[in-house]
C-alpha cells in the first residue's frame, strides 16, 4: 500500500497589496441599494482591500489568522474588499463599484472568529 497524503488546508500566507484599491482599512463607506446588494446593511467599515484575481476566502483567512481553507470561489476580476459592521460577527465581500466613500474613518483593533462568525 502506498503512504496516504492528508491536506487539512492550504496553508497560511499574506494578501497581497492592492495598489488600485479606492478605500483603505477602516474607512467607513456606504453601500449602494442596487438589488444584488440590498440585504447588506447601508454603512460598514473596510477591514482589508482584495486584489483582482485574487480569493476572497484567502483574504478573509489571512485577516483573522487561520490557514487558508482549500476550497474556493472563484477569484473576481476587480477590486473587492472584505467589509464588516460593529456589532455584527458576519463579514461582507462586496466589489469596488457597490460602495462609495463617506469621508470618515475608524480604528481596527483586532479580529477574531467566534464560532463561524468573525468579530471585529
Known amino acids: 500500500m502506498g503512504v496516504l497524503l492528508m491536506v487539512k488546508d492550504a496553508g497560511r500566507g499574506i494578501t497581497p497589496p492592492c495598489a488600485q484599491a479606492k ?23 473596510v477591514l482589508t482591500a482584495i486584489p483582482p484575481g485574487f480569493p476572497g476566502e484567502y483574504a478573509l483567512s489571512d485577516l483573522i489568522g487561520e490557514p487558508r481553507p482549500l476550497m474556493i470561489s472563484k477569484p473576481l476580476r476587480v477590486v473587492s474588499y472584505i467589509l464588516c459592521r ?12 457597490d460602495i462609495s466613500e463617506t469621508g470618515q474613518s475608524v480604528e481596527i483593533g483586532t479580529i477574531s472568529r467566534e464560532g463561524d462568525e468573525v468579530r471585529p
Do not use: I, N
Not at 482599512?25 to 454603512?43: I, L, M
Open 23 to 45: 478605500f483603505k482599512s477602516g474607512d467607513v463607506v456606504a453601500v449602494s441599494r442596487r438589488k444584488h446588494v440590498r440585504h447588506v446593511p447601508e454603512s460598514l467599515v
Open 86 to 97: 460593529e456589532g455584527d460577527p458576519r463579514p461582507y465581500h462586496l466589489r469596488e463599484a
